[in-house]
């Protein structure tokens, strides 16, 4: 998996006296809603994993709920076009900010696929468990299992979800789609009745802001970037566009199907 990198970084934002007031104030709600909900989805666990094992009928609202009043901490304005899928299968979306996590989990009820060393990075690798995050490894011993995994997974009726760039941009573009992952819905199993939903993702930054404001990609670090978003006096705003599901049956294989969601999730950035 190779990380994206761009001629030119964002200049850094100063932050002023009032800036680190709405980084203490947004930071301390932000992690007090992040920290609360997480004790009710572990507590509700404790009774929903006996009951329905791999399945989580209960705990995925709570996430829901968590990220979409995220962004109202924030200010940062959200929308979303387009309609849900409701049968079996996976989304993919085009990747450019740690808030995709929140985007995606604030509209769709979503179980991310993500690379297995984030399951020992501390404090996200514990959370990223705890809210069913699938995590997959680049060796390629373990592709048998990992691909029994997805099917057991999806038969259990989660939705998937992965960004086939591999890696994060800068968010005023979309890289050409890794057809790896989408291998695991052309078993026998399931290629008759899966559907892959592409979603793109579009953030507008705050006015007067670099274009590039909420993108976050190559060696940029975590915290600097997370206080120059709690810090901004005026937030954008961002825009998911779910399109219409393609059937994984009407693919000849795994690399027709990772063009075709690329194509359409290019489309949704100029719309």
């Given at each position: 998996?190779?990380?994206?990198?761009?001629?030119?970084?964002?200049?850094?934002?100063?932050?002023?006296?009032?800036?680190?007031?709405?980084?203490?104030?947004?930071?301390?709600?932000?992690?007090?809603?992040?920290?609360?909900?997480?004790?009710?989805?572990?507590?509700?666990?404790?009774?929903?994993?006996?009951?329905?094992?791999?399945?989580?009928?209960?705990?995925?609202?709570?996430?829901?709920v968590v990220c979409r009043l995220a962004f109202v901490v924030l200010g940062i304005r959200y929308r979303t076009r387009?309609?849900?899928?409701?049968?079996?299968?996976?989304?993919?979306?085009?990747?450019?900010?740690?808030?995709?996590?929140?985007?995606?989990?604030?509209?769709?009820?979503?179980?991310?696929?993500?690379?297995?060393?984030?399951?020992?990075?501390?404090?996200?690798?514990?959370?990223?468990?705890?809210?069913?995050?699938?995590?997959?490894?680049?060796?390629?011993?373990?592709?048998?299992?990992?691909?029994?995994?997805?099917?057991?997974?999806?038969?259990?009726?989660?939705?998937?979800?992965?960004?086939?760039?591999?890696?994060?941009?800068?968010?005023?573009?979309?890289?050409?789609?890794?057809?790896?992952?989408?291998?695991?819905?052309?078993?026998?199993?399931?290629?008759?009745?899966?559907?892959?939903?592409?979603?793109?993702?579009?953030?507008?930054?705050?006015?007067?802001?670099?274009?590039?404001?909420?993108?976050?990609?190559?060696?940029?670090?975590?915290?600097?970037?997370?206080?120059?978003?709690?810090?901004?006096?005026?937030?954008?705003?961002?825009?998911?566009?779910?399109?219409?599901?393609?059937?994984?049956?009407?693919?000849?294989?795994?690399?027709?199907?990772?063009?075709?969601?690329?194509?359409?999730?290019?489309?949704?950035?100029?719309?």
């Amino acid at each position: 998996m190779s990380t994206w990198y761009s001629q030119t970084l964002p200049d850094p934002v100063p932050i002023g006296p009032g800036g680190w007031l709405r980084v203490v104030a947004r930071g301390l709600v932000l992690g007090v809603l992040v920290i609360v909900g997480l004790c009710l989805l572990l507590l509700l666990r404790l009774v929903e994993r006996p009951l329905f094992d791999v399945r989580r009928p209960w705990t995925p609202f709570i996430v829901l709920v968590v990220c979409r009043l995220a962004f109202v901490v924030l200010g940062i304005r959200y929308r979303t076009r387009g309609v849900l899928m409701r049968g079996p299968g996976a989304v993919v979306a085009n990747h450019s900010s740690w808030l995709d996590i929140f985007a995606l989990n604030a509209r769709k009820r979503v179980y991310f696929v993500s690379k297995a060393e984030v399951a020992h990075w501390p404090g996200i690798g514990w959370l990223a468990r705890a809210t069913g995050t699938v995590f997959i490894s680049r060796a390629a011993r373990e592709a048998k299992a990992q691909k029994a995994l997805f099917e057991d997974r999806l038969r259990a009726g989660h939705k998937l979800l992965f960004f086939p760039e591999g890696t994060s941009t800068d968010g005023a573009q979309v890289l050409p789609f890794k057809s790896t992952l989408f291998a695991a819905f052309f078993t026998e199993a399931l290629r008759g009745q899966m559907s892959i939903q592409p979603v793109t993702l579009r953030y507008l930054a705050p006015d007067g802001a670099d274009a590039r404001f909420y993108g976050w990609w190559g060696d940029m670090d975590f915290a600097p970037h997370l206080l120059q978003v709690l810090a901004a006096p005026r937030q954008g705003s961002v825009e998911l566009n779910f399109h219409t599901p393609l059937r994984v049956a009407d693919f000849a294989d795994r690399k027709a199907l990772a063009r075709a969601c690329e194509q359409v999730v290019r489309s949704g950035m100029t719309g």
